[in-house]
């Protein structure tokens, strides 16, 4: 997943050294589209973001179903990606 990379594109999103999505995708030289699909991922609950680090995340998650659109709501987030069953 590259989690220290996602980070470390927020805290320069956050620390104003690039004004925006755009100018940062020209500086890494990717897609504006990717960028902003990728620092998504750093608005997920902390404890999936654990999980996936330590390789502990649901069969059938993957990077693609990460990147698509999902809940804000953390709750939410968990029963969707298959953290918690109802």
């Not at 991922?41 to 902390?46: I, Q, R, S, V």
């Not at 654990?50 to 990077?63: K, M, R, V």
């Not at 990460?66 to 709750?75: D, G, K, R, V, Y």
């Amino acid at each position: 997943m590259g989690g220290g990379r996602t980070f470390s594109r927020a805290d320069i999103l956050e620390s104003g050294q690039i004004k925006s999505i755009s100018e940062l995708a020209r500086t890494l030289d990717v897609d504006g589209a990717y960028v902003a699909r990728i620092l998504k991922l750093t608005t997920l609950a902390p404890d999936i973001v654990e999980a996936l680090i330590n390789g502990e995340e649901p069969n059938g998650l993957s990077l693609v179903k990460l990147t698509q659109s999902f809940p804000e709501n953390w709750a939410e987030q968990r029963r969707q990606f298959g953290f918690v069953t109802d």
